[in-house]
Structures are given as structure tokens and as C-alpha cells.
DNA sequence: TTGTGACTCCAAGTCCGTG
DNA sequence: ACACGGACTTGGAGTCACA
């Protein structure tokens, strides 16, 4: 799979997630919406600026956006565990 | 510290790690080499294009590239050990 | 609420060279 | 082998109207 897939099905992921609109992730990112639109359809291949800026809005880290699933399993089993 | 700054020591660490220099590695991945020159620099902000053409040259995940010292580290440890 | 076409604008990215 | 410059083309960045 091409990096530019993995982070826009990231992207929309993380966004259905936190319960946002392409809109309300356009206002929280300060990317256009339209722009938002058409990274979850793979038109663009973004920048790390446009990158950073999505990943701040969701309040991850960057490479997490790049991540397939099997890898960001792999990355929280690594985490902390304050039970 | 700024995604491209990271991104910018990670392509310099791995080139070096690799034993390349910016021609060899403008070679490999099919990048111009006075790109890769500006990227080391942080003058630009590479596409996701761009970053997935390197981390293929370095045989990488891209997502390691945009990782810290510590995080790479810590997704090391994830990792088997075959002692 | 999102996708899409049309449209700017400038950074990304290439190619030429120099010190 | 690399930094850095100018000049150029491509495509990302950003906005609007509309289905």
C-alpha cells in the first residue's frame, strides 16, 4: 500500500474517532476543509507541515498518521501500562 | 523540535549509517540530489511522496523517519531480539 | 456533511552551474 | 562530497461555488 493511503485512511480514522467533521478538523487544524477532503480521498501527497498540523489537531504524534494497523498495534503495545 | 528538522537529522543519520553520500542517495531513490541537499537543510518540507522514496532507498518504514532519537528507541525495543 | 471542478499562488522538485 | 545560487516546471496549498 502507498504511503499517501495509509495516511489518508489514518486520517479519516482518527477523525471518525474523535467524532469530528471534515469541517470541525479544517477549524482545529487550520487547513482548508476542502483541502481535508481531499487528502482522505489520496488527490494530494502532503507535506510535513500539512502532516504536523493534522497530527497536532488530533493530538498525536506524526509517524502514527504513517503507520499501518498492524504497526500502530505493534507501537501501543510498547506504551506504558499504568494499570 | 519542528517534523522537518527530525525528519532532516533522520535522512542525514541514515545516509551516513548507510555509508552514502548525497549523489548515491539521489541515485537510489530517484530524487535530485540538490533536493536532498535542501531537505538535510530544512529548507523544504518533503510531500509523503518524497519521504517514502528515501525511507525505500534506506530499505526503512517511513514512519521512522519521523520519529525521535527516543521514539525510534523505544519502537526498537518492540521489535524481536534474537540474542 | 462531503465530493468535485475550476481557479489562483507559491513551495516542492529538477537541472544547470560555482566555490 | 557538499553548500549554495539562479531559472525553470510540476503539483501541493488554499479558496469558492455547487451538486
Known amino acids: 500500500m502507498i504511503l499517501r493511503e495509509i495516511f489518508a485512511k489514518n486520517?479519516?480514522?482518527?477523525?471518525?474517532h474523535k467524532g469530528?467533521?471534515?469541517?470541525?478538523l479544517a477549524?482545529?487544524?487550520?487547513?482548508?476543509?476542502?483541502?481535508?477532503?481531499c487528502l482522505e480521498r489520496c488527490v494530494y501527497s502532503p507535506s510535513l507541515d500539512a502532516v504536523e498540523k493534522l497530527a497536532a489537531a488530533f493530538e498525536l504524534e506524526p509517524y502514527?498518521?504513517?503507520?499501518?494497523p498492524a504497526e500502530q498495534?505493534?507501537?501501543?503495545?510498547?506504551?506504558e501500562d499504568p494499570a
Open 27 to 37: 477549524f482545529e487544524s487550520g487547513l482548508d476543509r476542502t483541502y481535508i477532503s
Open 20 to 24: 469530528l467533521s471534515q469541517e470541525d
Open 73 to 79: 498495534e505493534q507501537s501501543e503495545m510498547a506504551e
Open 64 to 68: 502514527w498518521l504513517l503507520m499501518t
Open 11 to 16: 486520517v479519516r480514522l482518527a477523525r471518525k
